[in-house]
């Protein structure tokens, strides 16, 4: 016994002074006197007699049908007719017996068409009464009075009696008679659907584009307050732009003053869809049952990450999956296909470009290995604006590694600056041979703390003698003119080609 009930007993006892005896269970001959006694006049009627039946009349036998059938003048002419014979002409009463005569036959005073008892028309309500007693639909009680029974007509008069029943129409569900869909829109992002949704004790808003399918998905909180929502819109806006016309529901958010005043100061109209009728908010409904499915199947593989990280993965997903149009919704919004991991199985056209041995990012080193520079951007704990440094070794065209008081950085080009101090020792250091590597590595992540590679001690085959530098000097001055003066190039060496202009 709950305790609700046995306070509610001690509020209604509290009115009353009383004594508590105790009593054995043997000597209580009623065990709730308070709330039911016994009948004094006993019935003789049994209580399981009408368990079947809802009236106590008596059925309806074939004795009975064959009784009102002998008082039945159209029946007494069939039964005459089958057991003598059909003539060729029958009055128009009789023509629905007629085109079904191989059919009848009379068993015991009673007209049966096939196994099927042909029932008078002074019963033929009451029949139907007790066919519809469990008001059942038109289709299954057409199937039970096809079993058993037959007269003219009786499929019309089945569907008359349903549909004239008050019961069955206050129970029956409402028929989608008119639906129509929403026009198409010329634009991407011009129309909207938004809505919300519970996945997880959390609440989304979700943002459709009636176009492309574009779908966005917010994490709004506890509750749909108008605040998030209208943050949550602008963080969308931001980036899609803002919306001809929004369609939502009429829910709390929705029907608030200040988003009537955000969309109308920013020029979007809101189209409010019927209370209780989901279906004209159909583009929004079907994409919430997609996220709630998609996330479910999550949990079903066992997955163990966060909503927030499921909901990014299926965005990723669903943006770049292709729809009936074959073109997935970031295409048709940013008109460019986004790569995705499976682009990584399709090799590229024209063959694959390595950056390494591009023309266009292989250019002459502005600095060679040992050369002493000046360096700068140092940081903001070096007091000095420029340093003197010594090149290490050749990153890529515009980086090198430069040491600088026993401590090796990773520089650009532009924190780099030739040191003209010693003329002497500029002409020794243009003379070297730039030590740099053939295929320079792009790598823009490097560790600018990373130690270099130690270099070989140079030969004495690889040190610069008067002979070697003379015929240096001699091939770079076999394309130059007599008497010209030999350029020092600083820009890149690309073949430029002359520009070709129109002659009309």
């Not at 007494?76 to 017996?97: F, N, Q, T």
């Not at 792009?442 to 070697?468: G, H, R, Y």
């Amino acid at each position: 016994m709950s305790a609700s009930t046995i306070v509610r007993w001690n509020v209604m006892l509290s009115a009353y002074q009383y004594q508590i005896e105790y009593r054995k269970g043997s000597q209580l001959h009623e065990a709730d006197m308070l709330s039911r006694l016994p009948l004094k006049d006993i019935t003789e009627i049994d209580s399981s007699i009408n368990s079947f039946n809802l009236s106590e009349e008596l059925p309806i036998s074939y004795k009975d049908i064959a009784k009102v059938s002998s008082k039945d003048a159209v029946l007494m002419k069939v039964i005459d007719y089958v057991k003598s014979g059909w003539p060729s002409h029958v009055a128009s009463e009789l023509k629905p017996y007629y085109v079904k005569r191989n059919e009848l036959s009379c068993e015991q005073n009673c007209l049966l068409k096939g196994t099927k008892v042909v029932i008078p028309e002074a019963l033929r309500t009451q029949i139907l009464e007790l066919m519809h007693e469990d008001h059942i639909g038109i289709v299954r009680t057409k199937m039970l009075a096809r079993s058993t029974l037959w007269w003219p007509n009786v499929n019309s008069d089945i569907e008359n009696m349903i549909n004239g029943c008050q019961v069955c129409q206050q129970s029956q569900n409402n028929q989608e008679r008119f639906l129509m869909s929403w026009p198409k829109t010329e634009n991407v992002f011009s129309r909207i659907h938004i809505d919300f949704f519970h996945a997880e004790n959390k609440i989304f808003l979700l943002i459709v584009d009636s176009k492309s399918k574009w779908v966005d998905i917010h994490h709004i909180g506890k509750g749909t307050s108008i605040e998030p929502t209208i943050e949550k819109l602008k963080s969308t806006f931001s980036v899609m732009g803002l919306p001809d016309m929004i369609v939502s529901d009429n829910g709390p958010p929705f029907n608030s003053a200040e988003f009537t005043k955000f969309c109308h100061v920013n020029g979007i109209e809101v189209i409010k869809t019927p209370p209780y009728h989901p279906q004209s908010n159909g583009c929004a409904e079907r994409h919430v049952q997609n996220v709630k499915d998609a996330l479910n199947k999550y949990l079903l593989s066992k997955s163990t990450l966060k909503i927030e990280q499921r909901t990014v993965n299926f965005l990723f997903s669903y943006r770049n999956t292709p729809t009936s149009c074959w073109m997935s919704p970031n295409e048709i919004i940013f008109k460019v296909k986004p790569k995705t991991r499976l682009d990584l199985l399709k090799p590229k056209k024209g063959g694959q470009v390595d950056i390494k041995e591009s023309e266009e990012f292989i250019r002459p080193p502005m600095f060679v290995v040992g050369e002493k520079v000046f360096v700068g951007k140092l940081g903001p704990y070096c007091k000095e604006k420029w340093k003197v440094g010594e090149i290490v070794k050749c990153v890529s065209a515009i980086t090198y590694l430069v040491k600088v008081d026993d401590q090796v950085m990773y520089k650009h080009v532009n924190s780099l600056r030739k040191n003209m101090c010693n003329d002497q020792q500029l002409e020794t250091v243009e003379l070297r041979s730039p030590c740099v590597d053939k295929t320079p590595n792009i790598d823009l992540f490097c560790n600018p703390n990373m130690t270099p590679e130690p270099q070989p001690e140079p030969s004495s085959s690889q040190v610069a003698s008067p002979a070697l530098a003379e015929s240096v000097l001699q091939r770079q001055t076999n394309d130059v003119m007599p008497g010209a003066e030999v350029p020092c190039l600083r820009r890149s060496t690309r073949a430029r080609q002359a520009p070709k202009r129109l002659d009309l």
